[in-house]
């Protein structure tokens, strides 16, 4: 990879993309049982074919049209007519993008090095309970096919020696770049143990990364962290779908079913000792399945334009809908809902707190981004009973800006939708988007105000939207 196309540098959710990490489904997926389905954080088993063929390929041919067209546009006929050879990172005939980067590729890469290919075949080993047979077995793969048997967990089609690692595809949770920093997880479940690891070794031994060794933080357990309770606030556990850059300064963290308190309150600090922001805003919210990180409740769509779940509006919290009685008796119940403290740098001592997420975000655009237009929402669901929550459970909220205004989202969440067109926004399928660039019918410079609609029938059964299928490496910085 040439070394003059790895400066990482995110300070906005919305700035245009220049540079991501993904992941494509692989063959672990295919291999999820019933039984083990919510061990390894799926809802449900998946179709492989479909989710790779009739879903996420559209993903990939969207991103490659933004951000490396030259990998892709005029080529489309032939891409389609081969054998997805063109999307497997161990085939002669992938993409090999520097700018839509595929972390199967970047492992398989590092795993040509003999010592690093030693040392990380002992670590999964370890984690995984293997054998010393099985271990020395592994040290006969070349690099990609290592990379392949670690992130899919079998030797071949029928030999499985691990569990696969399917949440791979959410390359968010693994780490996030802070303006020029990088972030790594500390994932709350043990499905996700592998993912770190393999993660950690992608950061701190792949050339594309190795101006940055001395950017790379890692957040410290907690002494005596093995002594304590299961579920116990002290544990540091944080994942990157808890995490948003809003702008260069400020720094949004959630504190969820995923990441911990304390793993809010180890970042900030670390945020704040090494000049990285000035302002630190901790986003509490339940901890259900149903939301599991800030990400799945609301992503940004424009500086003054936010999408998000209305139960956590300022309507909903402060119940203006309700009679006096349901409103005293069931206040307390709301407060508890939802809690949001911003810390500055300067005056740690004297953080402000906001009662609703509405508030915060205006602030935000109005504040952080020196926004002069009304601050707008577009709500899961139009804001409808069942269509909200039901919506929101397929990731209505949790849209990727692939440039300021023009965001991927899923086709399903029809009244989703509803509400951006009511806001005027462009709605179109990525097969017709796809047709159009190819066709030279439209470009991606002069889409504006877009919603993407990506196919969604298996992709959704993950529980996770775009915004948490992209590690965001690189984005034009917005002004304001």
């Not at 704040?272 to 302002?279: M, P, Y």
Request: aromatic share 8%; proline share 4%; with cysteine.
């Amino acid at each position: 990879m040439a070394t003059n196309t790895n400066a990482l540098m995110v300070s906005s959710e919305i700035g245009t993309l220049k540079r991501l990490l993904v992941h494509s489904p692989d063959s672990g997926l295919g291999k999820v049982v019933p039984s083990k389905a919510q061990d390894w954080l799926f809802e449900d088993i998946v179709h492989l074919d479909t989710i790779r063929r009739k879903e996420y390929d559209y993903y990939t041919k969207i991103l490659l049209y933004f951000l490396d067209p030259g990998k892709i546009k005029g080529n489309l006929h032939t891409i389609d007519n081969t054998k997805r050879d063109f999307y497997k990172p161990d085939h002669e005939s992938f993409f090999k993008s520097d700018k839509v980067i595929e972390l199967q590729w970047l492992l398989g890469e590092i795993l040509e090095e003999h010592d690093i290919k030693l040392k990380l075949i002992a670590s999964v080993c370890a984690i995984e309970n293997c054998p010393h047979a099985t271990e020395m077995e592994l040290t006969k793969f070349s690099g990609p096919q290592l990379a392949k048997v670690f992130i899919t967990g079998s030797l071949n089609e029928d030999h499985m020696i691990f569990p696969p690692i399917p949440n791979f595809i959410f390359t968010r949770d693994i780490g996030i770049i802070i303006n020029d920093h990088v972030l790594l997880n500390k994932p709350a479940k043990k499905a996700r143990t592998r993912e770190s690891l393999l993660a950690k070794y992608i950061f701190f031994y792949h050339p594309y990364f190795k101006d940055y060794h001395d950017k790379v933080i890692e957040i410290p357990d907690t002494t005596h962290h093995f002594l304590l309770p299961k579920g116990d606030e002290k544990k540091v556990t944080l994942e990157g779908g808890d995490v948003m850059v809003v702008s260069k300064d400020h720094v949004l963290i959630g504190v969820s079913e995923r990441t911990s308190m304390e793993a809010a309150h180890r970042v900030t600090n670390i945020l704040f000792e090494k000049n990285i922001v000035k302002k630190v805003s901790i986003v509490k919210i339940p901890k259900k399945r149903d939301y599991m990180h800030i990400d799945t409740v609301f992503t940004q769509v424009k500086r003054n334009m936010w999408v998000m779940l209305g139960s956590f509006s300022r309507k909903a919290i402060k119940m203006e809908d309700a009679d006096a009685v349901q409103r005293i008796l069931e206040g307390h119940k709301k407060e508890d809902s939802l809690k949001i403290i911003q810390f500055k740098k300067k005056d740690i001592e004297n953080p402000k707190f906001f009662s609703n997420l509405e508030d915060l975000l205006i602030d935000i655009s109005e504040n952080d981004l020196k926004c002069e237009e009304k601050v707008k929402f577009v709500y899961s669901g139009n804001n409808q009973f069942p269509f909200d929550t039901r919506e929101q459970w397929t990731d209505s909220c949790n849209l990727l800006a692939l440039k300021e205004g023009v965001v991927l989202g899923y086709d399903r969440n029809d009244k989703t939708v509803e509400a951006f067109k009511e806001e005027g926004f462009n709605i179109i399928h990525a097969k017709e988007l796809i047709e159009k660039f190819e066709n030279d019918e439209i470009s991606p410079a002069k889409l504006k105000d877009t919603l993407i609609l990506m196919p969604s029938a298996e992709l959704s059964r993950a529980r996770g939207g775009f915004h948490c299928m992209s590690m965001p490496l690189l984005r034009e910085e917005v002004e304001s």
